[in-house]
């Protein structure tokens, strides 16, 4: 019954968004208010039936209702409750059904906040997003259909969701933060499509593109650290980041955002770049879209990957048509977006914002090449290689502290043109740059690049912080998007030192610990002293004490796991691991019984910061989507407003 | 049955494997100084493993202690384990990738370098098990193609600012009531510094 | 200057490229590579056996020793399922080639009782030789388990079979082999 009732849903949602789409295009067309009012009924219409879908979805999951082959695949009773809700998104055709739900939540709160207007605009960019939601309710109905109900006879009990993801709460939250990220990415798609469609981004507009995609930046900046976080939590092998193809899918799009993010200050301030700064949008999105691909088609060397299934061949129509629309829409009609504006000297913070553009471009080009070469060298020369850590490192290193420097560089530099006072200005955080520099060296740390950053890391906080002062003296209610984005820049460098100092100078040894025998280990001790063994519902876990001291004292003690779940063959490890502010003390399970244990132990630098500078990075995301006060024109009874006065 | 668990099982690739070997091979800790990698029981040693007929004789020096550690750790951070997902033979626990670790440490000790090393691996599993694509062919897209895009965007940045310098209009402001002063001057506080 | 088709041109060839490189890769397997021992003479090993000799004393498996006669070198383990499905198929093909092809099985990152016990339950043909620290794995570019290398009369690797192994595929080229002079 429930089948039946989420397969309805789905396929009223996909008449509602295909109907929504036409009428939306239409109406942008002719102009035509009621055409737009229309769209919007379809739109929450739509919203309403996806969202009707995933409920029904989750009380089969609850109910454990195994004549709906979804429920079948992924559910069991021995699983714990928090799990069987997740497992929503666990596998393949539940994922897409998450999907077309953020995607509902989205619609629907985007068309309830811009309630007050019906401009035709509006009706193509819902329009453009119920597109896509059209397209997804297609892959629903057809070739990923979760609600497919199951050839008898129903089984009493399923296997549950893959071990990999019931072994962590991480599971819980980082896909459905992904999912904002990735999802929310359509609604600045529909804003830029309508704003090249109609020829005109003005400073409205501009800002409601700005806005809208701030949002997704945000979610996609967290899922990412949270991604992160995972693998070094869970995974055992001590670090964080494998660039993994679909690692590097989430990393593609939030490059490009944030590319775009910056170039949208352009037009505010110069008009210029608008034409760019939608192209980017549009990049941004149609890379959510490939990063999709790359997940569920199978065709990508992935820890990720879900396995060959039919999706592939029609996500890739669907990725083709979106790219030759993108392409058409962009050549016919960018010429109609630039404004006039001036560009400002050679040495300003526009020149400052093109550089940036540059890096985070070639960025997101470095890491898009890496990661599809293989498949390019396969089809022309017949052979597999591997694009891997050593080339990302080589090239992604040297543009990371281009980005620091310029982070440090591009807020001090002024519009327009610089004047002796701001190139003066630039000193104090020069010396303090040196100065990280130095105090790194006398920390050890020697080598080229290291240094470089730790030098640029320290100028970029420097001019950071001064910005800060200078917003906040002239008061943090006006100045919110200033104090966002800095607070953002502060979040990023905590990070950038944090990824560079771990990788650079992580210690890692092999080791046997007897019990009770104390072994050195980077000025602590350790000493293995017992097992215990935990029976759960879903897994049986084996863990390790090992007691950490320091100078003869025991400051705390470690218990790594090996937990075994019962369809897995070997088991899965958890490690454990006690953080201090100068680095990670992190254990790894190899093997255990009760007279000995093989570790892998590791000492990293600085770890802790890659996690608080993600939470800084969040705080940020969320201050500068304060409206910031004195944003209206100042209301005055006489005419003379001041020209160039623009609008924040 | 769960498709993620199928495919991990289909592929046949070991997930990581947490117990150790029977025979009894102990794992070299970094405090063991070019130790025997395995153990050489009087049964019978394993396959044959000299590289010099696929890579030429050793062309470097014997190495020990931290050379020979910093070595292996070089060379096998740049071999792809075999059995996990794009990670490292230094970071992967799984058996096969500590494996061949071993087997690294055992060259490197007797002298072949890091090319050699994996020219070696190269010969048995292909190219596949090198992380970095090797700079000839058509391999040069991914080492070149960053670079020639940078160079490219520079150029068309040039070509913007240089090409399209006017000097900045001069600002013209129409005369503003004298009692508006303080206002005018806050909306500059805000405007002129501030909201970019 | 307008830069409409400029962009209309270049950024349809890019699409059109990007989109044919993702569809080749509807394929080809991610996960399986091609082998470049093939071709080549298979790396020697001298490996003991699980199971005793004819006459009670240890049996020691010398690959160089078997030219002559084809072989076949199946990687397997007992925590590996594809690798139970495929056993019955390598237990008919071992029978109905006998004693003109040699098979050997090849066990690495294993006990030796659970390797009896699984043994026991499903049936030997040929004997099963223990690879010591994954050596011979290592030697002939083993990606995981199962994998078959069918070897000629002369030494030489000529097929690698990654998964599991189908029964035709395999007695085609055993029967070609068998043909081939030494």
Redesign the interface.
Same mark, same amino acid.
């Given at each position: 019954m429930l089948g039946y009732l989420g397969m309805g849903c789905v396929l009223a949602a996909l008449v509602f968004a295909a109907a929504g789409s036409i009428v939306g295009f239409t109406a942008g067309r002719r102009e035509s208010p009621e055409g737009v009012k229309w769209t919007r009924w379809l739109g929450l219409a739509f919203s309403a039936c996806m969202i009707g879908a995933t409920v029904a979805m989750e009380v089969a999951l609850l109910t454990h209702d195994f004549s709906v082959r979804y429920v079948a695949q992924v559910g069991s009773l021995s699983t714990p409750t928090y799990i069987t809700i997740v497992s929503l998104w666990s596998s393949l055709e539940g994922s897409i059904l998450f999907w077309g739900f953020v995607l509902a939540l989205y619609i629907s709160i985007s068309i309830w906040l811009t309630h007050d207007r019906s401009s035709p605009a509006l009706a193509d960019a819902i329009a453009t997003w119920l597109g896509v939601g059209a397209f997804f309710c297609f892959l629903m109905a057809g070739p990923a259909n979760p609600f497919l109900p199951l050839a008898s006879p129903v089984m009493s009990d399923g296997p549950g969701p893959n071990p990999l993801l019931q072994n962590h709460i991480l599971m819980v939250v980082h896909p459905p933060m992904l999912y904002l990220g990735y999802v929310g990415m359509t609604i600045p798609f529909g804003f830029a499509i309508s704003a090249l469609l109609r020829g005109s981004l003005g400073p409205a507009e501009l800002k409601e593109l700005r806005n809208a995609l701030m949002v997704p930046w945000g979610f996609l900046s967290i899922g990412i650290v949270l991604g992160a976080w995972w693998a070094y939590d869970v995974l055992g092998w001590g670090g964080y980041w494998a660039w993994d193809p679909v690692e590097n899918a989430s990393l593609l799009p939030w490059l490009t955002g944030t590319a775009a993010l910056h170039s949208a200050m352009l037009p505010g301030r110069r008009g210029t770049m608008k034409g760019w700064t939608t192209t980017l949008v549009l990049v941004s999105f149609l890379l959510t879209l490939l990063g999709t691909f790359m997940t569920r088609s199978g065709v990508f060397n992935s820890v990720h990957s879900f396995s060959q299934s039919d999706i592939g061949p029609t996500f890739l129509g669907f990725i083709a048509i979106t790219l030759v629309f993108s392409v058409v829409v962009v050549a016919m009609r960018i010429d109609r977006l630039e404004g006039e504006g001036e560009g400002g000297a050679i040495v300003s913070r526009e020149s400052a914002f093109l550089l940036n553009n540059l890096l985070f471009v070639g960025l997101t080009f470095t890491v898009f090449i890496g990661t599809t070469y293989p498949l390019l060298a396969e089809a022309i020369r017949g052979t597999k290689v591997s694009v891997g850590e050593p080339y990302y490192n080589q090239m992604a290193v040297p543009l990371g502290v281009g980005i620091l420097f310029l982070m440090g560089v591009g807020p001090a530099l002024p519009w327009g043109q610089p004047t002796p006072e701001r190139m003066r200005a630039l000193i104090p955080p020069a010396v303090v740059g040196v100065l990280a520099g130095a105090l790194g060296w006398a920390f050890e740390v020697r080598t080229v690049w290291p240094v470089l950053a730790l030098v640029c890391a320290g100028f970029a906080a420097c001019v950071t912080v001064m910005e800060l002062y200078g917003a906040f003296r002239i008061g943090f209610a006006r100045q919110t998007r200033r104090i966002g984005g800095y607070v953002v820049h502060a979040g990023i460098i905590m990070m950038l030192v944090a990824v560079a100092m771990s990788s650079a100078y992580r210690v890692d040894t092999e080791m046997h610990l007897k019990k009770g025998v104390t072994v050195p280990f980077q000025g602590y001790t350790l000493t293995y002293t017992g097992k215990q063994t935990i029976e759960e519902s879903n897994r049986t876990r084996q863990l390790a004490s090992v007691d950490v001291r320091k100078d003869g004292q025991v400051i705390t003690t470690l218990s790594p796991a090996l937990n075994n779940y019962p369809q897995m063959g070997a088991p899965i490890g958890t490690p454990a691991v006690y953080t201090t502010a100068g680095h990670d003390l992190y254990l790894s399970l190899m093997s255990i019984d009760s007279g000995e244990i093989g570790v892998h132990a590791f000492q990293t630098p600085l770890m802790v910061w890659l996690w608080l500078g993600g939470g800084v990075v969040a705080l940020g995301t969320l201050i500068s989507l304060v409206p910031a006060r004195g944003t209206v024109a100042v209301r005055s009874s006489t005419p003379a407003v001041v020209p160039g006065a623009a609008e924040a | =049955?769960?498709?993620?668990?199928?495919?991990?099982?289909?592929?046949?690739?070991?997930?990581?494997?947490?117990?150790?070997?029977?025979?009894g091979?102990?794992?070299?800790?970094?405090?063991a100084v070019a130790s025997a990698?395995?153990?050489m029981?009087a049964?019978?040693?394993?396959?044959?493993?000299d590289p010099t007929p696929i890579v030429g004789p050793p062309a470097g020096p014997p190495l020990s202690g931290k050379a020979l550690e910093d070595a292996t750790r070089t060379i096998a951070?740049?071999l792809?384990c075999?059995?996990?997902?794009?990670?490292?033979v230094a970071?992967?626990?799984s058996? +096969?990738a500590v494996?061949?670790k071993?087997?690294v440490e055992r060259l490197a000790a007797q002298g072949y370098t890091e090319a050699q090393c994996l020219l070696y691996?190269?010969?048995?599993?292909?190219?596949?098990?090198?992380?970095?694509?090797k700079a000839e062919?058509?391999?040069l897209?991914?080492w070149a193609?960053?670079g020639a895009?940078?160079v490219f965007?520079?150029g068309v940045?040039a070509w =913007?600012?240089?090409g399209?310098?006017?000097p900045?209009?001069p600002?013209t402001?129409?005369p503003?009531?004298p009692a508006?002063e303080p206002?005018?001057r806050q909306?500059?506080?805000?405007?002129g510094?501030?909201? +970019? | 200057m307008k830069r409409g088709p400029m962009i209309l041109l270049g950024g349809l060839s890019v699409v059109a490229v990007l989109v044919a490189v993702l569809a080749s890769g509807f394929q080809h397997d991610p996960h399986e590579i091609a082998s470049p021992m093939i071709g080549k003479p298979a790396p020697d090993f001298t490996l003991k056996a699980i199971e005793p000799a004819a006459d009670g004393s240890e049996q020691i498996v010398k690959l160089s020793l078997q030219k002559g006669h084809p072989v076949v070198v199946n990687f397997w383990a007992t925590w590996c399922i594809p690798c139970q499905q495929e056993h019955s198929t390598l237990l008919a093909i071992s029978r109905e080639f006998g004693g003109a092809v040699h098979f050997f099985g090849l066990v690495y990152q294993d006990k030796p009782e659970a390797i009896d016990a699984w043994l026991n339950s499903r049936g030997r043909a040929y004997p099963t030789l223990i690879d010591v620290g994954s050596q011979a794995a290592i030697a002939f570019g083993v990606y995981g388990v199962p994998e078959t290398f069918v070897i000629d009369k002369k030494g030489v690797i000529r097929q690698k079979f990654t998964g599991g192994v189908d029964y035709d595929e395999v007695s085609a080229l055993l029967a070609g082999l068998l043909k081939e002079g030494t």
């Open positions: - | =049955m769960n498709i993620l668990l199928l495919a991990t099982l289909l592929t046949a690739h070991s997930p990581a494997r947490a117990e150790e070997p029977n025979a091979s102990p794992v070299p800790t970094r405090s990698p395995q153990d029981t049964d019978a040693p394993a396959a044959s493993s951070s740049q792809r075999p059995v996990c997902q794009g990670l490292s970071d992967s626990p058996e +096969s494996a061949i071993r087997e691996f190269e010969a048995s599993y292909g190219e596949f098990i090198r992380l970095e694509p062919g058509l391999n897209l991914v193609g960053p895009l940078l965007g520079l940045i =913007m600012r240089l399209n310098r006017k900045p209009a600002r402001l129409p503003v009531d508006l206002f005018v909306v500059y506080a805000v405007v510094e501030g909201q +970019s | -």
